[in-house]
Every structure is written in structure tokens, then in C-alpha cells.
């Protein structure tokens, strides 16, 4: 499995922008497509994006399409999450997940992937 460690989180005004980063460590980086989840106090943790193995190709909720913009830097070894025009309903912790390799592209579900990382709380506030 490969190790992933979010950051970047924290609080922010509604209308604004955060940028997530998730540094990854363990098998090679560059194997595996890459995901961002969030999970909304009482709810079930929902698809955000995901990028493939090379960054060309990337899929987006609906939810968040046109505002937030997914990319990788395989020299680093980090996926990254742009997150802008924030609404409140986007309050949430916000996992960075590695999908298991033969996993079918785009991977927007949960079972798809096979290493998660702690998480990075993103609070939007009026």
C-alpha cells in the first residue's frame, strides 16, 4: 500500500479558496490514479475527483465541477485539490485516497481504492 498524509485545510469564508495537498510515500506513486473524497458530518464520505496515473485525464463530481481542479505532480510524489468559489455545503474532511491498480477508470466509488490517508478538516463559514 502506499502511505498518504493530507494537508492544507482549514477555515474559510464562503466565495473563497483553499488548495489541499497529499504527499504519498510507500509503492510507486505514479502506479496508481489518485482521488479526493469528502465525508460531511452525518453523511457517507462522497466522491470529489479523481486524476490519472499520468494527470491527463480527470473526473469531477457534479458538485463541485468548474470550481475545483485536481492535478498531480509525479516528481513529488502529491496529489493536489484547488478548491475555489467554496460554498458552505463543501464543510468537510476532505481524504486523499490512492485506487488499487486494475481498479476501472474513472474510480467514483469508495471500494475502488485501496489506501486512505487521516484526512484534512475544510471548514467554509458565512
Known amino acids: 500500500q502506499v502511505q498518504l498524509v493530507e494537508s492544507g485545510g482549514g477555515l474559510v469564508q464562503a466565495g473563497g479558496s483553499l488548495r489541499l495537498s497529499c504527499a504519498a510515500s510507500g509503492r510507486t506513486f505514479s502506479n ?9 458530518p ?23 465541477k468548474g470550481r475545483f481542479t485536481i492535478s498531480r505532480d509525479n516528481a513529488k510524489n502529491t496529489v493536489y485539490l484547488q478548491m475555489n468559489s467554496l460554498k458552505l455545503e463543501a464543510t468537510a474532511v476532505y481524504y486523499c ?9 474513472p474510480q467514483r466509488i469508495r471500494a475502488a481504492y485501496d489506501s486512505w490517508g487521516p484526512g484534512t478538516q475544510v471548514t467554509v463559514s458565512s
Request: zero cysteines; hydrophobic letters at 50%.
Open 97 to 105: 485516497a490512492a485506487a488499487a491498480r486494475g481498479s476501472w477508470w
Open 32 to 40: 496508481n490514479a489518485m482521488g479526493w473524497f469528502r465525508q460531511a
Open 42 to 64: 452525518g453523511k457517507e464520505r462522497e466522491f470529489v475527483a479523481v486524476v490519472n496515473l499520468i494527470g491527463g485525464s480527470t473526473v469531477y463530481a457534479d458538485s463541485v
